[in-house]
């Protein structure tokens, strides 16, 4: 695949197309007093305002706000020669060839989108960001959830399970899908999760793409899919549609509120943010902020996915696919999942049977064809869009934005609380973990408890490792609660 440069230029900015617009910058305009702002772009914004300036002190903001409708997004100054045509993987038997070798553990990551119940919010939903396509405010969203187990009379054993970036809200196999769910051992009769004792809720993120209200749903007042029209979205704004959705219930106190990476996140937001609500927090893999490597990571996917000719502004639906760029948007978050000590035991410099091919750029080795097929497998079951604005929340995450200090942020949380890092975790470093506990015993909390495992999965190990990680969780869960049973 051919790329060629538009103009030959020393230095180019981003343009942004979409609700901003902004001057096309190179170097010979550095020295000029003003700017002109270029052409408004994108299939869903139309400018109703002519041709005007921004002063140079203005240049840094990247862009002035118009009359539009999307979300601003960075053009890339390349285009493609070719027309790229469907992305053939060549790996399509590597899951048999890996079950062959034995070469290590996988997590669930299959979605199956059925089987769910909606809840819809009555009133109009205001985002935390008002600047915002719509004023950031959401008409008729739509929460995904499934549920185990059985709601007591006071309505006191709930758990809430929140889920990762591209998780839905199918944790565990039921009566109206049996399927296995992508925490299925973790949950159930007896289970780490009892499901004897505990009423289980888990949830599709607000802004993903298996039930709940995103970019992929339809906008009422347009009849077609939001895309970037949909408003840029926060974890504040996933963890309050969560507990409108409890008051819909009818709970008033989670038992505890519980997830990993994105969840864990969410877990201690709820806890930070509803602490009369909720009674005791699991946080696995997680920190109280992002960390700029996977802010780092997770733009670069971004960028990734939005370099892809047929994303067209995230207006792609009923249209071509953005499959290169989700896929190897989906290859770059494979890497950050899992860990190198964990792929030398597992692939090392493995290579595959060429067949007498001659040597070339095509996958060789066996960690390359895992990532295809890694990267491949994700744009059959994920939505690209929903993997933009997610991600980005995640990056905005800070439970110290508006405190003085860490302390002051998360002096609120009193309840017992678990933690848990994973020393070989890329994504959420475990320096992470243990500053959160420390941070936590430092505001007098006393009931804090820290595991800290020498696990070989990375990020992943909340999904695979059920053993340690699910009787640390049982654990914290009983504690005081089952004494006489």
């Known amino acids: 695949?051919?790329?060629?440069?538009?103009?030959?230029?020393?230095?180019?900015?981003?343009?942004?197309?979409?609700?901003?617009?902004?001057?096309?910058?190179?170097?010979?305009?550095?020295?000029?007093?003003?700017?002109?702002?270029?052409?408004?772009?994108?299939?869903?914004?139309?400018?109703?305002?002519?041709?005007?300036?921004?002063t140079r002190e203005e240049k840094d903001k990247v862009g002035i706000y118009l009359d539009?409708?999307?979300?601003?997004?960075?053009?890339?100054?390349?285009?493609?020669?070719?027309?790229?045509?469907?992305?053939?993987?060549?790996?399509?038997?590597?899951?048999?060839?890996?079950?062959?070798?034995?070469?290590?553990?996988?997590?669930?990551?299959?979605?199956?989108?059925?089987?769910?119940?909606?809840?819809?919010?009555?009133?109009?939903?205001?985002?935390?960001?008002?600047?915002?396509?719509?004023?950031?405010?959401?008409?008729?969203?739509?929460?995904?959830?499934?549920?185990?187990?059985?709601l007591n009379e006071d309505k006191s054993n709930c758990v809430m399970i929140h889920t990762g970036l591209s998780a839905s809200s199918h944790a565990k196999s039921h009566k109206k899908n049996t399927s296995d769910g992508w925490w299925e051992k973790f949950i159930g009769p007896g289970r780490y999760i009892d499901t004897n004792k505990f009423f289980v809720i888990c949830t599709n993120n607000l802004g993903s793409c298996f039930g709940s209200t995103g970019p992929s749903s339809i906008n009422p007042f347009t009849g077609d899919p939001y895309g970037t029209s949909f408003p840029i979205i926060t974890v504040l704004d996933m963890v309050r549609a969560?507990?409108?959705?409890?008051?819909?219930?009818?709970?008033?106190?989670?038992?505890?509120?519980?997830?990993?990476?994105?969840?864990?996140?969410?877990?201690l937001l709820a806890t930070q943010k509803f602490h009369k609500r909720v009674n005791r927090c699991i946080s696995i893999s997680a920190g109280h902020k992002a960390h700029p490597t996977a802010i780092a990571l997770r733009y670069m996917q971004r960028r990734i996915i939005m370099s892809d000719p047929h994303w067209k502004g995230g207006h792609y639906y009923h249209q071509k696919f953005p499959f290169v760029g989700m896929k190897h948007a989906r290859e770059i978050a494979t890497i950050s999942y899992r860990s190198g000590p964990e792929w030398e035991q597992r692939f090392n410099r493995e290579k595959i049977n060429l067949g007498g091919r001659q040597r070339s750029f095509m996958p060789e080795y066996l960690i390359e064809?895992?990532?295809?097929?890694?990267?491949?497998?994700?744009?059959?079951?994920?939505?690209?869009?929903?993997?933009?604005?997610?991600?980005?929340?995640?990056?905005?995450?800070?439970?110290?934005?508006?405190?003085?200090?860490?302390?002051?942020?998360?002096?609120?949380?009193?309840?017992?609380?678990?933690?848990?890092?994973?020393?070989?975790?890329?994504?959420?470093?475990?320096?992470?973990?243990?500053?959160?506990?420390?941070?936590?015993?430092?505001?007098?909390?006393?009931?804090?408890?820290?595991?800290?495992?020498?696990?070989?999965?990375?990020?992943?190990?909340?999904?695979?490792?059920?053993?340690?990680?699910?009787?640390?969780?049982?654990?914290?869960?009983?504690?005081?609660?089952?004494?006489?049973?």
């Open 1 to 54: 695949m051919m790329l060629f440069m538009k103009g030959a230029l020393p230095f180019t900015s981003s343009v942004i197309r979409g609700q901003q617009a902004v001057a096309n910058v190179h170097s010979s305009a550095f020295g000029s007093k003003n700017i002109t702002v270029g052409n408004l772009k994108g299939s869903s914004c139309v400018a109703t305002r002519s041709l005007t300036t921004i």
């Open 68 to 150: 539009g409708n999307s979300v601003p997004f960075p053009e890339n100054h390349y285009e493609y020669f070719v027309e790229p045509g469907e992305y053939k993987s060549g790996a399509d038997d590597l899951l048999e060839l890996m079950n062959q070798q034995q070469m290590g553990p996988e997590p669930s990551y299959v979605n199956a989108n059925y089987g769910y119940d909606i809840f819809v919010a009555e009133e109009p939903f205001q985002c935390f960001l008002t600047e915002n396509p719509g004023n950031g405010i959401i008409h008729g969203l739509q929460l995904a959830y499934e549920t185990w187990g059985t």
């Open 242 to 267: 969560q507990f409108q959705l409890l008051d819909h219930l009818g709970v008033e106190t989670l038992h505890a509120s519980v997830g990993a990476s994105l969840g864990g996140m969410q877990s």
């Open 369 to 485: 064809t895992y990532l295809d097929h890694q990267g491949t497998s994700a744009c059959k079951r994920y939505d690209p869009n929903s993997l933009l604005y997610i991600s980005k929340a995640m990056d905005m995450f800070d439970l110290e934005d508006g405190f003085n200090s860490p302390e002051e942020a998360l002096g609120g949380i009193k309840c017992p609380i678990l933690i848990i890092g994973v020393q070989s975790d890329l994504l959420f470093p475990v320096e992470q973990q243990r500053e959160l506990s420390d941070v936590l015993k430092r505001t007098g909390n006393n009931n804090v408890v820290y595991y800290e495992l020498d696990a070989l999965y990375g990020h992943d190990t909340f999904l695979i490792d059920t053993n340690t990680v699910g009787a640390a969780m049982k654990g914290h869960l009983e504690h005081d609660v089952f004494e006489k049973e």
